[in-house]
């Protein structure tokens, strides 16, 4: 199973964790994804760069108590992150 990390010292705000997220879960691509959270629940789907529609993987978020304290839409993104049961979240 494949293992996602984002590193919540990388980023302070929504900008910085759409980059955060773009670096790791669609490399590979010539074009960005959407700077909001629809853009960040469809990537969750897969087929967008690293994984596979549907594959399961680990996503673990270091520094996460961090990025709740700094990100205005935290609980959203959990929510999302948990509405896919593909994805394991291992808050870290």
Same mark, same amino acid.
């Given at each position: 199973?494949?293992?996602?990390?984002?590193?919540?010292?990388?980023?302070?705000?929504?900008? @910085?964790?759409?980059?955060?997220?773009?670096?790791?879960?669609?490399?590979?691509?010539?074009?960005?994804?959407?700077?909001?959270?629809?853009?960040?629940?469809?990537?969750?789907?897969?087929?967008? @760069?690293?994984?596979?529609?549907?594959?399961?993987?680990?996503?673990?978020?270091?520094?996460?108590?961090?990025?709740?304290?700094?990100?205005?839409?935290?609980?959203?993104?959990?929510?999302?992150?948990?509405?896919?049961?593909?994805?394991?979240?291992?808050?870290?």
């Amino acid at each position: 199973m494949r293992i996602i990390e984002l590193n919540g010292n990388k980023f302070s705000n929504q900008k @910085g964790f759409y980059r955060e997220v773009e670096s790791k879960m669609t490399s590979g691509l010539n074009w960005k994804i959407g700077q909001n959270l629809n853009a960040f629940n469809d990537v969750l789907y897969g087929g967008f @760069g690293v994984d596979e529609v549907d594959k399961k993987h680990i996503l673990k978020w270091h520094r996460s108590e961090k990025s709740k304290s700094e990100l205005k839409c935290f609980d959203q993104i959990i929510e999302i992150i948990k509405e896919h049961e593909n994805i394991e979240l291992q808050l870290t």
